[in-house]
Every structure is written in C-alpha cells, then in structure tokens.
C-alpha cells in the first residue's frame, strides 16, 4: 500500500493564481481531510469528507473548494492564491465513524504564495 | 481560548532523562485523544492513544483526566531519536463524523 499520497511536493505560485493539490489514499478510507499547518497554530481543518460525493468545512475552509467524487481522491483546490495561504497543507484519512482509529497523513505539500 | 493547549516548550534533556508533556482540551464532549509525534518537516505520526486507564508503550506513558480535562505524555531514558514535536490531539463529533483538534504541539530535543 502506498497510504496517503499528496502532490506536488513543493509549489510558488503568485497571488490570484489558482491551483489544485492532488490527495489519494489506497486503503479504502471512508475519511479525509486536509489540515494546513502554520507555525506555533497547530494543524487546522480545512475541509472533510466522509464518503464520497459529502463535503464539509472545517475550521479554515475560506480560499478553498472541495470534492470527494471517489473513495480514493480528495483534490483541494485554491481559487485564488493569497499570500495568507502560504503553509504546508496535510491530507489525512481514517476510517469513518470510529473515534479511535488514528488518522493517516500524507507527506505534505509545501505552498508558497508571492 | 484554543480548544487544545500544550506545553509551549521547547524542552531540552539529556539522554536518560524523564520528560512530560502536558495537554488541556475546552470541550467536555471529546471523545478520544491522541498523541501524535512529528518530525522536522515531515507528517505527523501517530505515537499512541490515550485511554481513560492510562497506557503505556515501552518507555512512554499517557494519562487522561477527564474531569480536569487534561491529558499528559511521559517519556522516560529519552533517546536522541525522541527528539521531535510531539502534538496533542483530541477528536470529537461535531456535526458528523470524526472531528480531530490539534494542539499546536511541544518541541522536544533530546541532547548526547
């Protein structure tokens, strides 16, 4: 199993461009979600979904659109980059509906917005 | 006040030595909780759960104290590869589903 996957790794992009990161998981996970992480913030949800085609923001959710078309992807698109979003953003998933499992994070993607 | 708070640290300790970290949470109907650990640059990883009796994984210890809302992470003969951030996390429903909280996370750096 590859787990969690997120591309790219590293993206500049200049303010108003807007642009997809790609999240897929191959362990049949009912749950997703992406975080960004600011430093001394924590991690903060940005949206969730926990199954396809049902989305729901989270915590951060301005700036940002989802879809869950399938189990497998969770692609976060940016609209229209603002320096603000400027983070490293983190896709998780977990099985659905069960506190106590733990969730499963991709490797990040580095955004960095001029 | 943020829903999970930490140790704002960082902690600096030699190798062998004992460290604790502490972690309190605002909303009363949390339902489970994590410690998660995080290494420079890279995802974060799950440590351990946190259950209402205490547990313990080899040299790591984690209490939760309901009533007191608080949760606490022991790390006994630290090593130099404990050296990470360490993140308190506590889940709970809030409009369906599962619902992960994140503290902001303790450095640690274990030194020879």
């Known amino acids: 199993n590859a787990g969690v996957t997120q591309t790219p790794k590293f993206q500049v992009l200049k303010t108003g461009q807007s642009m997809t990161l790609q999240c897929a998981q191959d362990m049949n996970h009912e749950y997703m979600s992406w975080y960004r992480q600011d430093p001394g913030m924590g991690l903060r949800l940005i949206h969730y979904s926990v199954g396809a085609g049902i989305t729901d923001q989270g915590e951060v959710p301005n700036g940002y659109n989802v879809s869950r078309s399938t189990t497998e992807d969770f692609p976060l698109r940016l609209l229209s980059a603002a320096p603000s979003q400027t983070s490293v953003y983190f896709c998780a998933s977990s099985y659905r509906g069960y506190s106590s499992y733990e969730q499963y994070f991709g490797p990040g993607t580095r955004l960095t917005v001029t | 006040r943020k829903e999970v708070e930490q140790d704002p640290g960082p902690f600096n300790v030699p190798e062998g030595a004992t460290v604790a970290f502490n972690c309190t949470y605002s909303?009363?109907?949390?339902?489970?909780f994590f410690w998660y650990r995080q290494d420079c640059r890279k995802e974060p990883k799950l440590l351990m759960s946190?259950?209402?009796s205490g547990n313990e994984d080899g040299r790591f210890t984690a209490q939760l104290n309901r009533a007191s809302q608080y949760i606490s992470l022991l790390i006994r003969d630290s090593k130099l590869s404990d050296s990470a951030t360490y993140l308190c996390v506590v889940n709970f429903v809030r409009n369906y589903g599962q619902n992960f909280v994140f503290g902001p996370g303790t450095r640690l750096s274990v030194l020879p």
């Open positions: 946190v259950y209402s």
């Open positions: 909303n009363s109907a949390s339902q489970s």
